[in-house]
């Protein structure tokens, strides 16, 4: 199974190749110029050569195997605790006897298995585990970070009563904006119901919170215990139900009766009394009010 890929092993190989010759030539360069305040100049350029080209094969062999050492990096948690457990076992079975070796095992997988607490503590602890490797899938997959292939930071992970909670630290390439709009593959990736994305951080925008949600918790029946506190000897009072309305009657709403005030005539002239006849014979026009504007003001 490849663990590093081919143009990961290119990459950092001319990545420790640049490391080496800057490190041999500026640690080289600052040995020489020191070495030659107490010694010949030649002799203190042989010294910096001598400084400089162990310091750049160090640095050489750190940038080369950096992969593998980011490899171990995202596994530390898991071999930590892989090595403890093993560790364990030895110094148990080599130190017991083989009844007591088998009790012990027994006490210690029996009794988170058998008691609800500890045994859903271990299981949001173990899904915190995986989440983080999953993220990092997802960054490795279909998020692009940038042309170095150089992946977020993910810190921690902490089980919250719907699922998980992720802090990373995005590199130079991804924004908030970016990941918001692949939450649903993420939440695919994560064996997870959604997933949101949140700053972390008002200062500063590379550091992020994933909230990945398993659970719905709000449809659980809670308790209350304000029904301890009610005396059950209070006695109880009969009220009279009350009539809801089913239906809006206009006429049985009590509306106020609106008076608008009446305009003085001023100036104005008086309307014509209107004939009830027209020479034609037909009918005249309808009257104005005394209180209505006269037509022949506004022409």
């Not at 640690?27 to 400089?52: E, K, N, T």
């Not at 030895?90 to 045994?119: C, K, M, N």
């Not at 993220?135 to 919250?160: D, E, M």
């Amino acid at each position: 199974m490849t663990v590093i890929e081919a143009r990961v092993h290119r990459s950092w190989a001319r990545n420790a190749r640049m490391a080496f010759v800057l490190t041999a030539a500026i640690a080289g360069l600052l040995a020489a110029v020191v070495a030659a305040s107490y010694m010949h100049p030649i002799l203190a350029l042989f010294v910096g050569v001598g400084v400089g080209v162990p310091l750049g094969g160090i640095v050489w062999v750190l940038v080369r195997i950096w992969p593998v050492i980011r490899l171990l990096w995202w596994w530390a948690l898991e071999i930590g605790l892989a090595g403890l457990l093993l560790t364990g076992w030895v110094q148990l079975a080599a130190y017991t006897p083989a009844v007591v070796t088998l009790l012990v095992v027994a006490l210690v997988v029996g009794v988170p298995a058998g008691v609800p607490v500890i045994r859903r503590l271990l299981v949001a602890w173990g899904w915190c585990l995986v989440v983080r490797h999953r993220l990092r899938v997802c960054f490795a997959q279909f998020i692009i970070a940038n042309q170095s292939g150089s992946l977020p930071l993910i810190l921690w992970a902490t089980p919250t009563p719907v699922g998980e909670r992720v802090w990373v630290y995005l590199r130079p390439g991804l924004s908030v904006k970016d990941l918001e709009a692949r939450l649903d593959k993420i939440a695919v990736t994560c064996h997870a119901s959604t997933v949101l994305i949140e700053r972390a951080s008002e200062r500063n925008a590379a550091y992020v919170r994933f909230d990945v949600k398993r659970r719905e918790v709000l449809t659980a029946h809670v308790g209350s215990p304000l029904v301890d506190v009610i005396d059950p000897d209070t006695p109880t009072v009969e009220q009279a139900p009350q009539q809801v309305p089913t239906a809006l009657d206009l006429p049985d709403v009590q509306a106020p009766t609106i008076t608008l005030p009446t305009q003085s005539t001023g100036d104005r002239k008086p309307a014509k009394p209107a004939a009830t006849t027209s020479a034609n014979g037909s009918k005249p026009a309808a009257s104005t009010s005394a209180d209505a504007d006269d037509v022949s003001d506004w022409i």
